[in-house]
């Protein structure tokens, strides 16, 4: 909804009040004003699929797949995901902190007030703690409020490539018993071809649902493998990416209430076709969420705008849908959809103030950063 020459008032940090400019005027002694006058006011958006923590770069290979090489191509050739675990390995803490703390930055100034932070670029038990660990020192020391997810199933490393049951073995009995929590968190399996089986990411998935994550599955990226139908089986959260998904998975995800979490980060990054079939989705039921999918693989993108305009052109979502997708119901793939997410009394302040009178330039122009102001629990946290 929209609320015309509108207010908010918070304090402590959450949203006190919310209405006409005029009465809460009225009704608020404000001990600091911020002007939004003919600027859109709006909540901060939640990023529910983001791989920063890595180190290095692949930009050798985007210039191979410019020149016609694929994505599996590449990681088949021992390029792709198992580059960047190498370059994260080698990094140390300083380094990778350094690396991440920059992108965290650029992701504030382009309006994202909390994300989640997926691991995945460990695949040992020692780094993939070590990479939690880091998640959670990201989190204490920056603004932007952070979700750590447990993606240790993001593909078979070499040392296990000819026992690939013993990786599946290790993530699920020593990485994801000894992974630290005290709120939140998530376990994800990349699920595809050349990555985990529909029943290597059950027999994980179920493990860590036993010790009280709740789950998230990389789903039918590439292709239709299966992972939708998982999601709705164990109840994920989420579901992420569903590209390659019919009625069936529409279906069963509104059923099972998941989130289908789409990327059109990854499909412009890698220059694919088709887009996830969103408003298929949404005529089935499913709460349709965007997210970055931020990696040095396919998407390498730190601005929710962005997502938001190119969920618009090519998965025909309408401006405000775009928003309810980018803000609310990802939070909702976060289990957080109470707390952030919209400007309702008793949640958090974070909010935005764009530098425009229209929500809708938002998603119809592009390129630029359209965030004047950023207020993350009330404080100014960025200002352009
Ligand atoms: O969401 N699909 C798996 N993970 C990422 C890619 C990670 C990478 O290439 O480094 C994704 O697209
Ligand atoms: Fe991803």
Redesign the pocket.
């Known amino acids: 909804g929209i609320i015309r020459d509108g207010a908010i008032a918070i304090k402590d940090g959450n949203i006190a009040l919310v209405g006409a400019s005029e009465k809460l005027k009225r009704d608020v002694q404000a001990m600091q004003e911020i002007d939004a006058q003919g600027q859109v006011v709006m909540p901060g958006f939640v990023d529910p699929?983001n791989?920063l923590l890595?180190a290095g770069s692949?930009v050798d290979e985007f210039e191979m797949r410019v020149k016609g090489a694929t994505?599996q191509e590449i990681q088949a050739m021992g390029g792709?995901?198992m580059s960047?675990v190498r370059a994260t390995r080698s990094a140390s803490d300083e380094d990778l902190l350094a690396q991440c703390r920059k992108r965290l930055d650029r992701m504030l100034a382009f309006g994202t007030t909390t994300s989640e932070v997926k691991t995945?670029?460990g695949l040992s038990v020692e780094q993939e703690l070590r990479l939690w660990r880091l998640i959670a020192e990201l989190d204490r020391t920056h603004p932007l409020d952070l979700i750590p997810t447990f993606l240790g199933a993001?593909v078979v490393p070499p040392e296990y490539a000819e026992q690939p049951a013993e990786y599946v073995t290790l993530v699920s009995e020593e990485m994801l018993p000894k992974l630290p929590r005290d709120g939140l968190a998530f376990c994800d399996v990349?699920c595809?071809t050349n990555?985990f089986s529909v029943e290597q990411s059950r027999r994980i998935l179920t493990k860590a649902k036993q010790l009280g994550f709740d789950l998230k599955i990389?789903a039918d990226?590439f292709t239709r493998s299966g992972g939708a139908m998982l999601a709705a089986e164990l109840g994920a959260i989420s579901a992420?990416?569903l590209i390659y998904t019919e009625t069936d998975d529409w279906a069963a995800l509104a059923q099972s209430g998941t989130v289908a979490v789409l990327?059109p980060g990854?499909i412009f990054g890698l220059a694919l076709t088709p887009y996830a079939p969103a408003r298929d989705m949404i005529s089935a039921g499913v709460v349709v969420a965007l997210g970055t999918?931020l990696?040095?693989?396919?998407?390498w993108c730190e601005s929710m705008p962005l997502m938001l305009a190119i969920a618009c052109r090519y998965m025909h979502l309408s401006p405000m849908e775009a928003i309810s997708a980018a803000t609310i119901n990802a939070a909702h793939a976060l289990g957080i959809g109470k707390q952030v997410g919209s400007l309702e009394v008793g949640k958090r302040g974070d909010l935005l103030i764009l530098d425009t009178a229209d929500y809708r330039d938002l998603a119809y122009q592009f390129g630029a950063n359209p965030v004047a102001q950023v207020i993350k629990k009330g404080q100014a946290v960025f200002t352009a």
């Open positions: 699929h791989h890595f692949r994505y792709g995901i960047t995945g670029y993001h990349f595809e990555a990389h990226e992420d990416h990327l990854t999918d990696n040095p693989g396919t998407s």
